[in-house]
């Protein structure tokens, strides 16, 4: 999609800090980490979220690259965090998959009662 910002991240017409990279997939540095590790696991294919008919066999590329990028950024003995925010009740403000990847410290975020 020509207006969305990860596509053009996925085309390498903006720049980002790439992790892994392959035909498919792309991972790179959160540009607001809200943990010392906050990488961003995107399809470069586009769909808006993980309900937007993705191929199964996608979806298990995309997931099956978070223990990589876990390894690559030294998480993967003390533990991280995977997240997909989807639509506006998830709060995803960027509508192009991506699944972050949490760690580096305790995790602040606590599940609470809804409003
Ligand atoms: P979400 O709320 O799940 O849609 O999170 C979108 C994330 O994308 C948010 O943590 C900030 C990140 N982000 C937004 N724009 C850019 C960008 O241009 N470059 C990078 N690296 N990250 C971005």
Redesign the pocket.
């Known amino acids: 999609m020509s207006d969305c910002?990860f596509c053009k991240?996925a085309a390498h017409e903006?720049p980002?800090s790439i992790v892994l990279e392959d035909d498919e997939i792309i991972a790179?540095?959160?540009?607001?980490p809200q943990l010392p590790v906050h990488v961003?696991l995107i399809p470069k294919e586009h769909y808006a979220n993980v309900g937007d008919a993705v191929p199964p066999e996608l979806l298990g590329k995309l997931f099956s690259k978070v223990g990589e990028v876990a390894r690559i950024k030294g998480v993967e003995e003390s533990g991280y965090r995977i997240i997909a925010?989807t639509g506006e009740d998830g709060?995803?403000?960027?509508h192009h998959l991506?699944v972050?990847v949490l760690g580096g410290a305790q995790m602040p975020i606590r599940m609470g009662p809804a409003d």
């Not at 790179?28 to 607001?32: A, L, M, Y």
């Not at 709060?91 to 960027?94: A, E, F, G, Y």
């Open positions: 910002i991240i903006i980002a790179f540095e959160d540009v607001n961003l925010n709060r995803q403000t960027v991506h972050h």
